[in-house]
């Protein structure tokens, strides 16, 4: 536990939620590009790669966020 | 030009969720707001909720993709097939029942896919190693005579996917002499019933004369 909340406090939320934000975007391209064109690498791909990548961001936003709650917690009064 | 899913109202979910999501992202990408609960919630929306939706709504709509016929003749190893069954005076056992109202768009998959309760889910995890042989092993790269002349089905056509339609209960599957006579390896699989002498190769085509 104090190790998760020394990896909190060290956590690059700003740098982090950006790199969520492009991967997210990443994502999202890859599951639109699955649906519109209908060929089989992007079917796969929008079913594969893009939900991992979706699912990075969001472990990764998960983590900002817990962090940024963690700072404001350390520095309340 | 196909639309792939678009189209549909799953496609059309998945589009427009991933379009709202996006656009979140992008705004915050741009603008770099503050980091309050406002600028949460709005991240929220965009890196889980409406990606989540729009990931459900691709899988949904992949995976009927992947039943369509286009799909499955889209790799050019598969052009022969795909004419076959399009072809109205083919009169292979696969191109008769293609022609079929009952299969629609979905021929390829009524016939291939396994039965039993795991059949969807298997069909599609074995389906991944015909993706793994065109773009890895190296099909995407062969000659279609090639490929017809090398390329079987991987595993022994199972009686059990015809008789999803042909229960074989009825008499007049029943009745029929050949049937009667070869019950038990009808039943065991022995005797396929897509094959010479029995109901014909599905696809006749992409057989050597000596496998006719």
Redesign the interface.
């Known amino acids: 536990m104090k190790r998760l909340l020394n990896l909190l406090a060290k956590w690059p939320?700003?740098r982090m939620?950006?790199v969520?934000?492009?991967l997210?975007?990443l994502?999202?391209?890859t599951?639109?590009w699955?649906?519109?064109?209908?060929?089989?690498?992007p079917?796969?791909a929008?079913?594969s790669v893009?939900?991992g990548l979706?699912v990075l961001?969001?472990l990764l936003?998960g983590l900002s966020?817990a962090a940024?709650v963690a700072r404001g917690k350390r520095q309340a009064p | 030009m196909?639309?792939?899913?678009?189209a549909t109202p799953i496609?059309a979910l998945?589009?427009g969720t991933?379009?709202v999501?996006?656009a979140i992202?992008?705004h915050?990408?741009v603008r770099?707001p503050q980091?309050t609960a406002g600028t949460?919630l709005q991240?929220?929306l965009?890196?889980?909720v409406f990606?989540f939706i729009?990931?459900v709504a691709?899988?949904a709509?992949?995976?009927e993709?992947?039943t369509e016929r286009?799909?499955c003749g889209?790799?050019h190893v598969m052009e022969a097939h795909l004419a076959d069954v399009n072809d109205v005076n083919s009169l292979g056992l696969a191109a008769r029942h293609s022609r079929n109202k009952l299969m629609g768009a979905h021929p390829c998959y009524t016939c291939h896919a396994n039965y039993g309760m795991m059949g969807y889910p298997l069909t599609k995890l074995k389906g991944?190693s015909h993706?793994y042989n065109?773009?890895v092993v190296g099909y995407r790269k062969w000659e279609l005579p090639k490929f017809l002349d090398e390329v079987r089905i991987a595993e022994p056509f199972p009686n059990m996917n015809c008789q999803q339609c042909h229960s074989g209960k009825i008499a007049s599957f029943s009745n029929v002499r050949e049937h009667l006579a070869a019950s038990d390896a009808i039943e065991a699989g022995t005797i396929s019933c897509a094959s010479a002498g029995c109901h014909g190769v599905a696809h006749p085509f992409s057989k050597r004369p000596e496998e006719l």
């Open positions: 939320i700003d939620l950006r969520a934000c492009v997210g975007l994502a999202l391209a599951m639109v699955g649906v519109v064109s209908g060929a089989p690498l079917v796969v929008s079913m893009a939900q979706g961001a969001c936003f966020i940024d | 196909e639309l792939g899913s678009v496609g998945a589009v991933s379009l999501a996006a992202l992008l915050y990408l770099r980091l949460r991240l929220l965009g890196l889980a990606p729009a990931a691709t899988t709509s992949g995976m993709r992947t286009s799909f889209s790799c991944m993706v065109y773009y």
